[in-house]
Each structure stands twice: as structure tokens, then as C-alpha cells.
């Protein structure tokens, strides 16, 4: 079956621009992340939907991040004034909540660069 | 804070040679444990997890990991590599599901296989 996928696969932006990036996730999942992964780290988490809703947006680094999720499928994370130090890769995750330590299963991601 | 310490950014091994990716986490109370892979250009993928079963964890592609509460650690093995095995390795926690389910990660290390 289909995976989750993200798109743009690539983002090239300037400076104080606005971007959204795009996650479908796999079919009938409930939950949906979005995690940071800037290069020669690990992942970090930004926020987390089940269904509609942000249920925990702690990971968010400022207001200029906005994520939404409608209809409780795709979601979309937009970054506002985008400043060099959001150069990153994008990671969307969905599983299907069910239970404890549910596998999260990952997108190949959205590579942003701001110049 | 919990966190994830991954010992070692790169670890080069030869092709048949044990592989051995060193994880420990820190946290009063046992969490649930990944390890994921991420190919280039790739999503991360789910390698194995921990959730208080059985402390040996069988994984795809024929590694395994160990629970050892008492050294607070899930290191990933594999028996014999291939050159298949080449990618980066993310050890990851979380204390489980919905807005706990929030994965912290690793640094990640970079597994080298020499032919």
C-alpha cells in the first residue's frame, strides 16, 4: 500500500519568505507528527494531530511555525518570515494509534533550504 | 530531561563482522525503545521496538536488540553485515501513545560497510 508521502521533496526559499509543506499520510491514520531534522542530528519532534487536532504543539520553536490538519488526513506545516537557521530536513510521520508505542511510520521528507 | 545518547556518530565495520550501534537513554522510568534506519533520500524506517515484553527484540533484516534496564541501554546488533547494511541508525524513546507517543531520537550513527 501507499506510504506517507511529503511534497515538495525539495524547497529552495530566501530569506523572510513563507512556505508550506505538505504530508499525506497513510490512509486511516489517526495520528500524524511532524519532526525537524537539521543535518548531523536526530529528528525532533515539532507537533502532533489526532484527527483535526493539535494535540501537543510543544515542539514548535517560535510562532513563526503554523501547522494544520482540516479534515484530519493531509496536513500541511507552514513556516512564516523563514530566517537561514530553518534550513532543515521535514519528516511527517502517521500511525495508527492504537495503543502504546505505536510504529510511527515516516515520509521520505521535505528538504528546505533558506538562502 | 530524557534523552537519547547514541555512542558514536560513525562506526565502520567489515562485510560478515559483528555490528554492534550502542544506544542508552536517560530517564527515571523505562520508556518504550526503536531503532530506526534511514537510507539517503529515504524515510526513516522501523528496524525493532521494545515494549516490556521480551528484553531480546528481533528485528527486519536480522538484527536484534537487548533491553538491559539496569545499564539503561538498547543496543542494536547484527551478527554479520552486509554491504546493504550501509545507511544511518537512529536509536529513539518514547513513554507511550498519542502526545506521549512523541519520539526523542538520537544523533545517529552512520554505519560504513568495507567489502
Known amino acids: 500500500g501507499a506510504g506517507v508521502s511529503q511534497t515538495p521533496s525539495n524547497k529552495v ?11 499525506d499520510p497513510i490512509s486511516g491514520h ?14 525532533e519532534f515539532l507537533i502532533y494531530f489526532q484527527g483535526t487536532g493539535a494535540a501537543d504543539d ?17 496536513s500541511t506545516l507552514k513556516i512564516q518570515r523563514t530566517e537561514r537557521g530553518d534550513s532543515a530536513v521535514y519528516l511527517c510521520a502517521s500511525s495508527l494509534m492504537q495503543g502504546q508505542a505505536e510504529t510511527q511510520y515516516f515520509g521520505p521528507g521535505t528538504r528546505l533550504l533558506v538562502l | 530531561a530524557q534523552s537519547v545518547t547514541q555512542l558514536g556518530s560513525h562506526v565502520s ?28 533520500n ?26 538491559k534496564k539496569s545499564e539503561t541501554s538498547f543496543h542494536l546488533t547484527k551478527p554479520s553485515a552486509h554491504m546493504s547494511d550501509a545507511a544511518e541508525y537512529f536509536c529513539a524513546v518514547s513513554w507511550g501513545g498519542g502526545s506521549q507517543g512523541n519520539l526523542i531520537f538520537g544523533k545517529g550513527t ?6
Open chain 2, 13 to 40: 565495520v567489515s562485510e560478515g563482522a559483528l555490528v554492534l550501534l550502542r544506544c542508552n537513554y536517560s530517564s527515571s522510568v523505562p520508556p518504550y525503545l526503536f531503532w530506526y534506519v534511514q537510507y539517503p
Open chain 1, 58 to 74: 510543544s515542539g514548535l520553536p517560535n510562532d513563526r511555525f503554523f501547522a494544520v490538519r482540516p479534515e484530519g488526513s493531509v
Open chain 2, 110 to 115: 552512520k554505519l560504513s560497510v568495507k567489502p
Open chain 1, 30 to 43: 489517526t495520528a500524524l507528527y511532524w519532526y525537524r531534522q537539521s543535518l548531523g542530528q536526530g529528528p
Open chain 2, 42 to 67: 529515504q524515510g526513516l524506517q522501523l528496524l525493532l521496538k521494545y515494549t516490556s515484553a521480551a528484553t531480546l527484540v528481533k528485528g527486519i533484516n536480522g538484527f536484534e536488540a537487548e533491553f
Open chain 1, 13 to 23: 526559499t530566501e530569506k523572510g519568505k513563507y512556505v508550506e509543506l505538505r504530508c
